[in-house]
Each structure stands twice: as structure tokens, then as C-alpha cells.
């Protein structure tokens, strides 16, 4: 059974970081594309970047104005997202997904999903 586990929100004050982090099992993560997405409330969930099995980064928004970096350790199997000056309009539930391929898809082809770890920024 493929399981994807996000981690790492909180409430934090603007200007400051936080590093999500996304682990799996049940899936050859090597291999696999991972993405973050973020969904505020009354708003569509937002692709933010996606990084494929070699490290190649798409981004899906460009919301985040280079504040946000994706990177993988495929020894830990886990993706993480480092967000730095936190802005309050960046609050949402963060949620990471599994692809399906080596190379990241269009945002809507995710089908694995976290249930989302919650990030509050506070002004």
C-alpha cells in the first residue's frame, strides 16, 4: 500500500522559514516524481513545484517568487519544500503527491496524495 505522509507545518510569523517534508512507502521513490501543492481555504488547490527522479524541478506557480525550493533525498525517500519569508497570504493546508512516472506530469495527473500538514503565517 503506497502511503505519502507530509510533515513540518506550524503557525510562524512573516519573514520566517519553514522546511516541509513528505515521506513514502510502498513505492520505488528513486523513480518517482514528486510534487507540493497548497490549497487555501475557499481556493482551488495550487501546484507549486514538482521534482523528477534526476532532479529536475518544474515549477507549476510562480506564486511563491523564488521563495520556495524543492529538493529530494532518494535515500530517505522523502521531498522536501524549503519556504523562506513566509508571507501571510502563503497560509494553506500543503499537501505532497507521488507521480506515476520518472518525470513530472501536468499538475492534474497527480493521483497519490498526503492528507496535507497545515501552515498558518501570521503578520
Known amino acids: 500500500q503506497v502511503q505519502v505522509m507530509e510533515s513540518g507545518g506550524g503557525l510562524v510569523q512573516a519573514g520566517e522559514s519553514l522546511k516541509l517534508s513528505c515521506t513514502t512507502s510502498?513505492?520505488?521513490?528513486?523513480?518517482?516524481?514528486m510534487a507540493w501543492f497548497r490549497q487555501a481555504p475557499g481556493k482551488e488547490r495550487e501546484g507549486l513545484q514538482c521534482?523528477?527522479?534526476?532532479?529536475?524541478?518544474?515549477h507549476y506557480s510562480h506564486q511563491d517568487q523564488g521563495r520556495f525550493t524543492i529538493s529530494r533525498d532518494n535515500a530517505k525517500n522523502t521531498v522536501y519544500l524549503q519556504m523562506d519569508n513566509l508571507a501571510p497570504g502563503d497560509s494553506a493546508m500543503y499537501y505532497c503527491?507521488?507521480?506515476?512516472?520518472?518525470?513530472?506530469?501536468?499538475?492534474?495527473?497527480?493521483?497519490?496524495w498526503g492528507r496535507g500538514t497545515q501552515v498558518v503565517v501570521s503578520s
Open positions: 503527491a507521488a507521480g506515476s512516472s520518472y518525470f513530472c506530469p501536468a499538475p492534474s495527473a497527480f493521483n497519490l
Open positions: 510502498g513505492l520505488t521513490f528513486a523513480h518517482t516524481a
Open positions: 521534482i523528477s527522479w534526476n532532479d529536475g524541478i518544474d
